[in-house]
T-cell receptor
Framework: KNEVEQSPQNLTAQEGEFITINCSYS?????LHWLQQHPGGGIVSLFM???GKKKHGRLIATINIQEKHSSLHITASHPRDSAVYIC?????????????FGGGTRVLVKP | DAGVTQSPTHLIKTRGQQVTLRCSPK?????VSWYQQALGQGPQFIFQ???????QRGNFPDRFSGHQFPNYSSELNVNALLLGDSALYLC?????????????FGPGTRLTVT
């Protein structure tokens, strides 16, 4: 079983819909990252969380340390939100800040 | 302020050849990590460099080696290329090698081995 699991693997939404992506992990962590990857490969860091909730524009990320679970929400989704969203964690056991990644969630927002 | 830069952007090599990929970290960052991302999969950690030393390494064979220079830029070298080494190679930099420092990613180098 992978240390970081994401669901769903694929998601299609209509423009304006509320989107939720889930991430579960099995190790103790010092931080969790949500990343966005567009076709072509470049990765952009959206959030880094160690507790609670963060909001940036239409994006909201939450984390529950006790349940080892995080969610990324996209409100009022737009076709430009179409991308792969990746959850990654920094394990307590890891020296440095090595990231362990989930498999990603491919999001398609249709106009 | 330039972000993380990588070169080249694309590369085609033949099996058995050697390749060197380069990464310049974001200004002020001293830690560089390298990741391999096969098509359709999440990135896998290769290794991390801090203070010119390899600090941590993932499950990659010795054919994968690296270096960090005094200006914090880094190289990833892959010897005896295999078809399975075809992937997007991502470099990420951070202010330090601690868990609570955000990592910034470069655009990647897409390596194709034929």
């Amino acid at each position: 079983k992978n240390e970081v699991e994401q669901s769903p693997q694929n998601l299609t939404a209509q423009e304006g819909e509320f989107i939720t992506i889930n991430c579960s992990y099995s190790v103790g962590i010092s931080a969790l990252h949500w990343l966005q990857q567009h076709p072509g490969g470049g990765i952009v860091s959206l959030f880094m969380l160690s507790s609670g909730k963060k909001k940036h524009g239409r994006l909201i990320a939450t984390i529950n340390i006790q349940e080892k679970h995080s969610s990324l929400h996209i409100t009022a989704s737009h076709p430009r939100d179409s991308a792969v969203y990746i959850c990654a964690v920094v394990s307590f056991k890891a020296a440095g800040n090595k990231l362990t990644f989930g498999g990603g969630t491919r999001v398609l927002v249709k106009p | 302020d330039a972000g993380v830069t990588q070169s080249p952007t694309h590369l085609i090599k033949t099996r058995g050849q050697q390749v060197t990929l380069r990464c310049s970290p974001k200004s002020g960052h001293d830690t560089v990590s390298w990741y391999q991302q096969a098509l359709g999969q999440g990135p896998q950690f290769i290794f991390q460099y801090y203070e010119e030393e390899e600090r941590q390494r993932g499950n990659f064979p010795d054919r994968f080696s690296g270096h960090q220079f005094p200006n914090y830029s880094s190289e990833l070298n892959v010897n005896a290329l295999l078809l399975g080494d075809s992937a997007l190679y991502l470099c990420a930099s951070s202010l330090a090698a601690g868990g609570l420092y955000e990592q910034y990613f470069g655009p990647g180098t897409r390596l194709t081995v034929t």
